[in-house]
């Protein structure tokens, strides 16, 4: 995600994707509370209107995926609830966390909104991976990236299409807007991507006081 790419491909022309009754339990860091990032979302995504083979994500279900647990079906709710229990110990005592959102990230699938620093949420997901290795074994489905580079997805691309114009409409991002992250939520997201169909199992709230600095 350095390099801009010369052009986009189709994001979902080899993916296999759940089908109607399938799905895939995500933990994801939700946008829907974060005003500043969501109107930062909608511009870009106003600005990239003309084209109609990039799909928009919803601006209710922006998100900072965090980890992919795996297939729906291979965990019970009593395993969810087990998973959400691990995680909130090993949380309880993070505080939330500052980023800031801001700069465009360009990949061949898909347009991003950057995450900085990029380590800052890095406790987050330890605690996430440590509880679904503890409850499922396997943390991550095979071919998942061995560096995890925190960010949101404004929109995906359709079809293979040129780069250049979609960099030069959005021109010159927006200024960032500062967060406070203190959220962590287990969502399943039931059928192909594009419909969005996604249920929250739960929610996890960082609650400690943040420490003072020496």
Not at 140 to 149: L, V, Y
Request: glycine share 6%; aromatic share 6%; proline share 9%.
């Amino acid at each position: 995600m350095t390099t801009l790419p010369a052009r986009m491909t189709n994001r979902w022309h080899k993916r296999r994707e759940p089908q109607p009754g399938e799905g895939t339990v995500y933990w994801h860091i939700l946008m829907k509370d974060q005003p500043q990032v969501i109107d930062l979302a909608r511009a870009t995504q106003q600005r990239l209107t003309q084209f109609p083979e990039l799909h928009m994500t919803p601006l209710g279900w922006l998100h900072i995926t965090t980890l992919i647990a795996g297939p729906a079906d291979h965990f019970s709710n009593g395993q969810l609830q087990q998973m959400i229990k691990i995680a909130s110990g090993l949380l309880a005592d993070t505080a939330p966390i500052t980023v800031t959102i801001g700069g465009i990230l360009y990949h061949p699938e898909a347009i991003m909104l950057a995450v900085k620093p990029t380590r800052a949420l890095a406790a987050i997901r330890e605690a996430v991976q440590a509880a679904t290795q503890t409850v499922a074994g396997d943390h991550e489905p095979t071919g998942a990236p061995p560096t995890w580079i925190p960010h949101i997805t404004i929109c995906y691309s359709t079809a293979d299409q040129d780069t250049e114009p979609i960099i030069k409409a959005i021109g010159q991002p927006a200024q960032g807007c500062e967060i406070q992250v203190s959220t962590i939520s287990l969502v399943i997201q039931r059928g192909p991507e594009r419909l969005w169909d996604w249920r929250t199992v739960d929610t996890i709230r960082l609650t400690a006081p943040a420490q003072e600095q020496p």
